[in-house]
């Protein structure tokens, strides 16, 4: 990301990865679109920052880099410690503006990356192979692992019942907080078709702090409510199976980062892909135990 500034304003340049392969259609198109749709939702009242549309494009190649330019938003993002209640519900009543707002422009069924046992195991096998930091501990939880995916392939077609063109990925990194405490929706790039109660589900997770060791339940239970009380339902029978696409993305993770750990000669890279693959495991630990305890939660709304 580079801020530009010039005598006609600032600007936000991003600057994308070499590792997105620039020559394919379908990636084209879809940063294209996700672009569009982020302007359609900021037209329709969402506070959203879409890139600046030149000569018909939002996406800019130049000497085979990848641009988007977005008009620079004065704002920040808040560090673990900064996300108060207030702050996650003012994310869940716009989770609920989103999924209102029911936008159109995304007719393909969402793609679901499925992965085979055999798979799966083949990706272990070959950390074990490739000498990994981390491929002893993948070994000993191999059947964890399995079991667990094995929940998550049960929930792929519950989830798909329902659909909503929507943000996808509202994290803390993609909104920015104004001056006077109002969210700003950046970083369109997982717009998608996704089951509601998924996104409500997985975003509460993220700001209640399931990536830390403190949980708030309390943060996730008002958040459930505040979307139910900004006129959403919440489809209980989608609830678990939205906790364990959680799992799907984790075991998405370790794959990517095993396949990176075993192929890039940078030890940094090496030792981000370690990382990851411990916490995404840690995260799926911690998702086996509280699974239980947060449906129930959710049943009660
Ligand atoms: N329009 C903008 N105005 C001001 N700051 C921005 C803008 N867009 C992005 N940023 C800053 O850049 C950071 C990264 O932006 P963004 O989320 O779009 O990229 P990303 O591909 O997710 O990058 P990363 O993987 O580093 O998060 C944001 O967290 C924010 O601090
Ligand atoms: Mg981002």
Partial sequence: MWRVNTDKGSYAIKQLAPVIDLKSERIITKYELSETIAY????????????????????????NTGYLVYPWAEGYT?????????????????????HNINMSGLSEVPHVDIHSNDGIVEAIDRAVSCKCP????????????LSMYDSYLAAVPLLLEDTVVTHGDLDQLNVLWDKSGQPILIDWESVRKLNPTREIVRTSLSWSG?????????????????????GRM????????????????AVNWILYNIKLACTSDIQGEKDTATEEINTSLMSMKRLEVLIPDLVKISMQK
């Fill in 134 to 145: 981390f491929a002893k501990m993948l070994k000993e939880n191999q059947s964890f692992i």
């Fill in 210 to 230: 399931m990536d830390t060791k403190d949980v708030s339940l309390q943060i996730y239970t008002h958040m459930l409510r505040t979307y139910l009380e900004s």
């Fill in 234 to 249: 919440l489809n209980i029978n989608h609830v678990d199976a939205a906790l364990y696409s959680l799992v799907g993305s």
């Fill in 40 to 63: 359609r939702f900021a037209q329709q009242g969402i506070p959203a920052v879409s890139a600046i549309k030149k000569s018909g494009k939002h996406l800019h190649i130049i000497e």
């Fill in 78 to 98: 808040l560090a673990r410690n900064e996300i108060s209640e207030t702050h996650a519900l003012k994310i869940a009543e716009m989770i609920a503006k989103l």
